[in-house]
């Protein structure tokens, strides 16, 4: 089943990618990044859509609002005179964080290919993770139907309209302002996570939040449970089922992973266009993860997801058909193809067993930009479990430019 959140006019923003998905309180959450034209375009801002059933959203709405660089301005070092003036700013969707049951929807706020650190780092000053909290997510309410009502053949969709969702106050996840943030603080109202300028609920939140061993499970993926894992990039992991292994897996990053082995966008040898791995031990929390390796997966080079299910499987959510580069027409060059989106499934978490297409798309692309392959990309999947036969199973959310 294939739903559409979200399919925008030129005015609305033509670039979406990296979307996250959440299920709580009976509800999905999603957030993705969003742009009039290009991947990571200054000032890309979130947006944010729920939905009760999975199949009628929400009007998409900003959760981050656009932060250009202009309204940064510069920074003087009062050492050296040195001016330093930003010039690429844009945000990153994050995982929401659930905290005391109550959901926050994350960003990452950097400077466009700057090593800013997402949380935890060392240094307050170098930390640019923003938080605000769901208060109400969008609801649909009955127009011409019975209070109380819910979306069927009795009481269509065009029969209700929509709430617009409540969000709190942003926040860093910092108790000080982080460098060269200090004009955007200021033009947005963000605050700082200081007790003293937060509600009560959410400075108890922020302080789990910030718990180093809690923490781990918000920064990068390779940091969870113990020391981060031995490379960047796109990557997700799991735990081996009735074991203490975690696995990681790595997207290729054509040519510089070991060995110069290939796998970033497309390939022109798919026997050589695979992902990566490392693992650990988490018994002991200061073991290491082993060295980077390459597996026998097929990958065609794009953003990951894995998790364990309720039975104790683990999925793995990915574009696992290696091809080469395609004519694109419209746009006058060479794309990545990333058909089908792919779903495998493993029984422990040791080898994946069983493969399916999960999506293959026929869409044409409608506007020219740049990063914006054929087909669905990014995934990011959710479980849903005890809510009935309609909705019980994995949700996964991605994103087709």
Not at 182 to 187: D, F, L, V
Not at 271 to 282: A, D, E, G, I, Y
Not at 358 to 370: A, H, Q
Request: proline share 8%.
């Amino acid at each position: 089943e294939h739903i559409v959140v979200f399919a925008p006019t030129e005015s609305d923003g033509t670039y979406s990618h990296g979307a996250q998905i959440e299920r709580n309180h009976g509800m999905f959450h999603l957030q993705w990044n969003n742009a009039p034209y290009n991947e990571d375009q200054d000032g890309m801002w979130i947006l944010y859509a729920s939905s009760s059933d999975g199949r009628n959203w929400s009007r998409p709405v900003p959760i981050f609002p656009s932060m250009p660089a202009s309204r940064f301005g510069c920074n003087e070092n009062a050492t050296t005179g040195m001016k330093f003036c930003w010039d690429k700013i844009h945000h990153h969707a994050m995982p929401f964080v659930t905290l005391h049951g109550r959901l926050y929807g994350v960003s990452n706020l950097n400077r466009h290919q700057l090593g800013s650190s997402f949380y935890p780092v060392p240094n307050d000053d170098l930390n640019t993770t923003l938080l605000r909290r769901v208060l109400q997510p969008a609801l649909q309410t009955p127009g011409g139907c019975a209070a109380g009502s819910v979306v069927s053949p009795a009481c269509p969709s065009d029969a209700m309209r929509w709430i617009p969702p409540a969000f709190g106050a942003m926040f860093w996840a910092t108790a000080t302002v982080p460098y060269g943030m200090e004009n955007i603080t200021q033009a947005f109202g963000i605050r700082t996570s200081n007790a003293r300028e937060l509600t009560p609920e959410e400075a108890e939140d922020i302080a789990l939040f910030r718990n180093i061993t809690q923490a781990r499970q918000y920064s990068p993926e390779s940091c969870r449970n113990g020391s981060c894992g031995p490379r960047h990039g796109e990557q997700t992991v799991y735990s081996v089922t009735n074991s203490s292994i975690d696995v990681i897996l790595y997207r290729g990053e054509g040519g510089v992973v070991p060995n110069n082995w290939p796998g970033d966008q497309a390939c022109s040898n798919a026997s050589k266009c695979v992902l990566l791995s490392s693992s650990r031990n988490t018994s002991t929390y200061t073991s290491n993860w082993s060295n980077v390796v390459p597996t026998n997966i097929p990958d065609l080079g794009s953003n990951l997801n894995a998790g364990t299910l309720q039975d104790g499987s683990v999925f793995l959510v990915w574009n696992g058909v290696p091809r080469p580069l395609v004519n694109d027409t419209l746009c006058g060059r060479m794309s990545p193809l990333r058909n089908p989106l792919t779903l495998a499934l493993s029984r422990n978490g040791t080898a994946f067993e069983r493969v399916w297409a999960l999506y293959n798309s026929t869409r044409p692309k409608r506007f020219c930009g740049s990063a914006k392959p054929f087909g669905p990309s990014y995934p990011q999947a959710c479980e849903v479990f005890g809510e009935g036969s309609n909705m019980d199973g994995l949700w996964t959310a991605y994103s087709i430019n």
